[in-house]
């Protein structure tokens, strides 16, 4: 039932700024954390960022101080601000939504989104 659905990828060019959008749904009652991953050609999955169901913030060490994480509990909706992009950021963004460290009965899930491309020219 529940499921997250990427957006905001595109080109830009270096120093450029993007925002991507997760949008969730089929919560219900639960509580979730999300998260942002990235793959780029011939690399491993990377860690992005996250945010969890009480607004504790993580990035990854390649893009702190350039990327905001944020999250609309209405709207079910995480956002990621990218600011001054480097060619390096070029990869497939991947949106992950789980389950809280509360428990909840009924609300146990992982999932991932499609992804959206950014792609980030010189």
């Known amino acids: 039932q529940v499921h997250v659905q990427e957006s905001g990828g595109g080109s830009v060019q270096a120093g450029g700024s993007l925002r991507l959008s997760c949008a969730g749904s089929?919560?219900?009652?639960?509580?979730?954390?999300m998260s942002w991953y990235r793959q780029a050609p011939g690399k491993e999955r990377e860690f992005v960022s996250s945010?969890?169901?009480?607004?504790?913030?993580n990035y990854g060490d390649s893009v702190k101080g350039r990327f905001t994480i944020s999250r609309d509990n209405a709207k079910n909706t995480v956002y990621l601000q990218m600011n001054s992009l480097e060619p390096e950021d070029t990869a497939m963004y991947y949106c992950?939504?789980?389950?809280?460290?509360?428990?909840?009965?009924?609300?146990?899930?992982?999932?991932w989104g499609q992804g959206t491309l950014v792609t980030v020219s010189s």
């Open positions: 945010i969890d169901s009480t607004d504790n913030i």
């Open positions: 089929g919560y219900r009652h639960c509580h979730y954390d």
């Open positions: 992950k939504t789980e389950t809280a460290w509360t428990v909840v009965a009924g609300c146990e899930f992982e999932v």
